[in-house]
């Protein structure tokens, strides 16, 4: 077991166990004794402190009988992270980088996202990226893809608002007459 996994089981940091093993700090207190002693699945206290053996079970209600069916399958399980986080791509496209934004874009699977709320904001990240790119026809692609996955994405985002209301204003070139004459009539 990594030290980051034991020091998340006992709700101490990865540092703190390092400084338990390595002396730096005194012994826990009992009640953490305690909770190492569950997690590692130590019988009795000697064999964390070194000193007089006392038994866990006489402070503990015992073992659940699932436990180590129940650590092993945390343990075998993984959580995945896309290489690129999305908060990435408004970072980049708020640092006037909406290229490279719309690239690190282009490596996440939006599948992986796990809302349809943040998969929302991720196509109107990607709608910003080519408005400042010029590219209004590829904007408007993805707000409706933002559309897609709930309105209030597009709603509630000023730079949503902001995008629609520069499509308003000048539609693009590629955009059919009667979808001007729809934005010119709703300016």
Excluded at 12 to 20: F, G, L, N, T, Y
Excluded at 151 to 157: N, Q
Excluded at 178 to 183: A, C, E, F, K, Q
Aim: aromatic fraction near 4%; include cysteine; proline fraction near 7%.
């Amino acid at each position: 077991m990594t030290r980051p996994v034991l020091a998340g089981l006992v709700g101490r940091s990865a540092e703190w166990v390092k400084a338990v093993e390595t002396g730096r700090l005194r012994q826990p207190r009992l009640p953490i004794l305690l909770r190492l002693a569950e997690v590692l699945g130590v019988v009795d206290l000697v064999d964390l402190t070194g000193e007089q053996s006392l038994e866990v079970a006489s402070f503990t209600r015992g073992r659940h009988p699932n436990v180590t069916a129940i650590r092993a399958a945390v343990q075998r399980c993984t959580v995945e992270r896309p290489d690129r986080p999305p908060y990435a791509v408004s970072l980049d496209v708020d640092l006037w980088k909406s290229r490279e934004g719309l690239r690190r874009a282009g490596r996440i699977d939006p599948a992986t996202i796990p809302s349809r709320e943040r998969r929302g904001r991720f196509f109107v990240e990607m709608a910003r990226g080519h408005h400042a790119a010029g590219e209004p026809v590829a904007a408007a692609r993805y707000l409706l893809r933002a559309c897609d996955e709930g309105t209030d994405a597009v709603r509630w985002s000023p730079a949503a608002q902001t995008i629609v209301d520069s499509l308003v204003a000048k539609p693009p070139a590629a955009a059919r007459d009667d979808v001007r004459r729809s934005l010119a009539g709703s300016a």
